[in-house]
């Protein structure tokens, strides 16, 4: 019997919510018919021969998925056995019945339905390695933001455009409102007093966040999704631009980070600013070193911290020219920490990577690694013209490559260079850059055991988990319905094998992830009583 035959296995679950009385008559009648047709089908006078090749082309194309070549011992195939009558279990259900599949959805429609799912469940116990794609800013769930550092003493905001309060500022000294400044508990109470019966609170939450129940009706462009995750990102620095809430952050996020079984990560940005525009990233470099060794006194098992310093697409030539000086100068500066340069902002609408080529490209400067934001759209040959520079710089890793597929040259050119890609599908998925997440282009890339890892890029601007949904999705979606454990291992390993660190970090990083991997395996076969 072939391999990939669509029987179904598992039963389908009574549960299901939508099935009617007379579409479980119809789905029995199908699994019935499906079963006469595949026994049909063995005794049909079809010549072995090509049974036979049939069956050797699938186990070789098989064997090119990403993760295939890893190994499971008896517990791990334990655990496998579970996590995929659970997976198939879900994918029958929607194929048979009414049942939505939800990795096919929007994130924002069935993340809690997601998050009551074993499979879930048991990704998030699961240690991760490392995120390599995440921006400094974004790492921290928003209620913590506004409910700590909202509600700091000495806070200013200020309104943009007449709308919210957007701008925030730290200070001792009393700002004036004649200059647009309110004090934010006073505006705090001031709000609570009055009738509208929206806590300042409540406004900051939904000014930031990107979530919401209607994500299809309530941004109607991808402009619409791209203004405000931009707005986001020119508030939020006011009220991390002292050294102390830096830090407040930064541990916030290390804890949150360690929950999810994350041991590793590596930042975009990175540069901090104090309220008057004093650049304090050198400080901050410090202070990153310091914060991370403390965490890891308690902590022993967390690997640490890196940067990929980046300039932004608005910037002129001679500022990223500065940029890029700046970024050489801390690489030297902070070799352990600092390991990279990126260019960040909506691709779209900002220059390309063309446009600052005078600025990357210098004899002294080959020696400085690349992370580039490249091919983040779905227009072809428009932005996404951006990976053709990405791989000519040589760059090590690419953000996204979500337009990687339709350029075979840059294809071939990123597998023949080792680069690897950063795959955030939620982030894609929120963006507006793909729907149903079966049909993410990275999908293609496991199918063919490309170089890539998956990483949340903002995930706290979604409401997710530092890795554990965006897991979930590529386990889910992107990856075939008979992808399994290997699949997430591999993944995992790969955060570490790609990541800055050095081979040396590399290898005492891989022995603690090896150790973590072995307790979970434990775990999840004494949680669901698998043994
Ligand atoms: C801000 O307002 C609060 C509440 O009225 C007050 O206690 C605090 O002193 C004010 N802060 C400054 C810096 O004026
Ligand atoms: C706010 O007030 C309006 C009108 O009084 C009411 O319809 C709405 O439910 C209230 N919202 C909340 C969150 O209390
Ligand atoms: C990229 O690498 C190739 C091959 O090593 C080299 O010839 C080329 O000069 C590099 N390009 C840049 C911009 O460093
Ligand atoms: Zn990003």
Same mark, same amino acid.
């Given at each position: 019997?072939?391999?990939?035959?669509?029987?179904?296995?598992?039963?389908?679950?009574?549960?299901?919510?939508?099935?009617?009385?007379?579409?479980?008559?119809?789905?029995?009648?199908?699994?019935?018919?499906?079963?006469?047709?595949?026994?049909?089908?063995?005794?049909?006078?079809?010549?072995?021969?090509?049974?036979?090749?049939?069956?050797?082309?699938?186990?070789?194309?098989?064997?090119?998925?990403?993760?295939?070549?890893?190994?499971?011992?008896?517990?791990?195939?334990?655990?496998?056995?579970?996590?995929?009558?659970?997976?198939?279990?879900?994918?029958?259900?929607?194929?048979?019945?009414?049942?939505?599949?939800?990795?096919?959805?929007?994130?924002?429609?069935?993340?809690?339905?997601?998050?009551?799912?074993?499979?879930?469940?048991?990704?998030?116990?699961?240690?991760? %390695?490392?995120? +390599?794609? #995440?921006? @400094?800013?974004?790492?921290?769930?928003? =209620?913590? $933001?506004? &409910?700590?550092?909202?509600?700091?003493?000495?806070?200013?905001?200020?309104?943009?455009?007449?709308?919210?309060?957007?701008?925030?500022?730290?200070?001792?000294?009393?700002?004036?409102?004649?200059?647009?400044?309110?004090?934010?508990?006073?505006?705090?109470?001031?709000?609570?007093?009055?009738?509208?019966?929206?806590?300042?609170?409540?406004?900051?939450?939904?000014?930031?966040?990107?979530?919401?129940?209607?994500?299809?009706?309530?941004?109607?462009?991808?402009?619409?999704?791209?203004?405000?995750?931009?707005?986001?990102?020119?508030?939020?620095?006011?009220?991390?631009?002292?050294?102390?809430?830096?830090?407040?952050?930064?541990?916030?996020?290390?804890?949150?980070?360690?929950?999810?079984?994350?041991?590793?990560?590596?930042?975009?940005?990175?540069?901090?600013?104090? %309220?008057?525009? +004093?650049? #304090?990233? @050198?400080?901050?470099?410090?202070?990153? =070193?310091? $914060?991370? &060794?403390?965490?890891?006194?308690?902590?022993?098992?967390?690997?640490?911290?890196?940067?990929?310093?980046?300039?932004?697409?608005?910037?002129?030539?001679?500022?990223?020219?500065?940029?890029?000086?700046?970024?050489?100068?801390?690489?030297?500066?902070?070799?352990?920490?600092?390991?990279?340069?990126?260019?960040?902002?909506?691709?779209?609408?900002?220059?390309?990577?063309?446009?600052?080529?005078?600025?990357?490209?210098?004899?002294?400067?080959?020696?400085?690694?690349?992370?580039?934001?490249?091919?983040?759209?779905?227009?072809?040959?428009?932005?996404?013209?951006?990976?053709?520079?990405?791989?000519?710089?040589?760059?090590?890793?690419?953000?996204?490559?979500?337009?990687?597929?339709?350029?075979?040259?840059?294809?071939?050119?990123?597998?023949?260079?080792?680069?690897?890609?950063?795959?955030?599908?939620?982030?894609?998925?929120?963006?507006?850059?793909? =729907?149903?997440?079966?049909?993410?282009?990275?999908?293609?890339?496991?199918?063919?055991?490309?170089?890539?890892?998956?990483?949340?890029?903002?995930?706290?601007?979604?409401?997710?988990?530092?890795?554990?949904?965006?897991?979930?999705?590529?386990?889910?979606?992107?990856?075939?319905?008979?992808?399994?454990?290997?699949?997430?291992?591999?993944?995992?390993?790969?955060?570490?094998?790609?990541?800055?660190?050095?081979?040396?970090?590399?290898?005492?990083?891989?022995?603690?992830?090896?150790?973590?991997?072995?307790?979970?395996?434990?775990?999840?076969?004494?949680?669901?009583?698998?043994?």
């Amino acid at each position: 019997m072939p391999s990939e035959s669509n029987s179904p296995r598992v039963a389908i679950p009574s549960s299901g919510r939508s099935l009617i009385a007379g579409q479980f008559v119809m789905t029995l009648l199908a699994i019935a018919m499906s079963l006469v047709a595949m026994l049909a089908g063995i005794t049909n006078g079809i010549p072995q021969a090509y049974l036979d090749r049939r069956k050797e082309f699938i186990r070789e194309e098989t064997s090119m998925r990403l993760g295939a070549d890893m190994k499971l011992n008896f517990r791990e195939e334990l655990v496998n056995h579970y996590l995929m009558v659970q997976k198939e279990l879900a994918v029958e259900a929607s194929r048979l019945t009414t049942e939505p599949y939800l990795a096919s959805r929007h994130f924002f429609q069935v993340k809690e339905q997601i998050e009551s799912t074993a499979i879930f469940d048991i990704i998030s116990m699961m240690p991760k %390695g490392g995120i +390599l794609h #995440l921006h @400094d800013a974004s790492i921290v769930p928003l =209620d913590w $933001v506004i &409910k700590t550092l909202t509600y700091l003493p000495d806070l200013y905001t200020k309104e943009r455009e007449g709308i919210t309060p957007r701008q925030f500022k730290f200070s001792k000294t009393p700002l004036r409102v004649t200059d647009g400044w309110r004090n934010v508990s006073e505006l705090r109470a001031e709000m609570a007093m009055s009738d509208k019966n929206r806590s300042l609170d409540e406004v900051f939450m939904s000014e930031w966040s990107l979530y919401t129940p209607d994500p299809y009706n309530t941004y109607k462009s991808s402009n619409d999704m791209w203004n405000k995750f931009s707005d986001y990102f020119l508030t939020i620095p006011g009220l991390r631009s002292t050294l102390e809430t830096a830090e407040m952050y930064l541990r916030e996020a290390l804890k949150g980070f360690y929950a999810d079984g994350v041991m590793y990560v590596e930042l975009r940005d990175g540069d901090l600013f104090d %309220g008057d525009g +004093l650049d #304090l990233t @050198d400080d901050y470099m410090c202070l990153v =070193d310091r $914060v991370v &060794k403390d965490f890891q006194k308690t902590h022993p098992d967390f690997m640490g911290v890196k940067f990929i310093l980046t300039g932004y697409r608005f910037f002129s030539e001679p500022m990223m020219q500065e940029q890029v000086d700046k970024v050489m100068a801390r690489m030297r500066k902070f070799p352990d920490l600092v390991k990279g340069f990126d260019m960040d902002s909506h691709e779209d609408i900002n220059h390309r990577i063309r446009f600052y080529l005078n600025a990357l490209i210098k004899d002294d400067k080959s020696v400085m690694p690349f992370f580039f934001h490249a091919g983040e759209t779905a227009w072809t040959q428009g932005a996404d013209m951006n990976l053709v520079d990405a791989v000519l710089l040589n760059a090590t890793r690419i953000g996204h490559g979500f337009a990687a597929l339709k350029h075979p040259k840059v294809m071939q050119a990123i597998r023949d260079q080792g680069i690897v890609l950063e795959i955030q599908p939620i982030s894609n998925q929120v963006l507006g850059l793909v =729907d149903d997440q079966r049909n993410h282009p990275a999908a293609s890339f496991i199918a063919n055991n490309d170089r890539l890892v998956i990483s949340s890029d903002d995930f706290a601007l979604w409401d997710a988990l530092p890795l554990s949904h965006d897991f979930y999705i590529t386990f889910m979606g992107l990856g075939a319905t008979k992808d399994d454990l290997r699949l997430l291992k591999k993944l995992a390993m790969n955060s570490i094998e790609y990541s800055t660190m050095t081979s040396a970090e590399k290898a005492v990083a891989m022995k603690i992830w090896q150790r973590r991997w072995k307790i979970f395996i434990d775990d999840v076969l004494t949680k669901y009583h698998l043994l």
